[in-house]
Nanobody, 124 residues
């Protein structure tokens, strides 16, 4: 089994900062891409940032310059540093991990796992 758990969300004033963490655990051989997504009320889930296993990053235009995604491969953990937060950033933030694990039959395959989400609320 693989578990993905986010933490670090909370209530912050506009202009403030938060650092989200997401740790994957369980029967993990390695993790390829990891990413952060968010979903605001009444909206579709959208990509915030992704990071590959060699630390190549990709950001949504709405967060470029304000957010930094990073990872610690030894800890199977991805982080999202969020600065200059805006009320528009208010959403549930979800972590995704492309986990390489052993399938039935012993093959090493990539599976996508999602965390339960962590609430980020930015007050104006």
């Amino acid at each position: 089994q693989v578990q993905v758990v986010e933490s670090g969300g909370g209530l912050v004033q506009a202009g403030g900062s938060l650092r989200l963490s997401c740790a994957a655990s369980g029967s993990i051989i390695s993790i390829n891409a990891m990413g952060w997504y968010r979903q605001a009320p009444g909206k579709q889930r959208e990509l915030v940032a992704t990071i590959s296993n060699i630390h190549s990053t990709n950001y949504a235009d709405s967060v470029k310059g304000r957010c930094t995604i990073s990872r610690d491969n030894a800890k199977n953990t991805v982080y999202l540093q969020m600065n200059s937060l805006k009320p528009e950033d208010t959403a549930v933030y979800y972590c995704n991990a492309a986990v390489v694990r052993r399938s039935l039959g012993g093959l090493q395959l990539e599976y996508s796992y999602w965390g339960q989400g962590t609430q980020v609320t930015v007050s104006s």
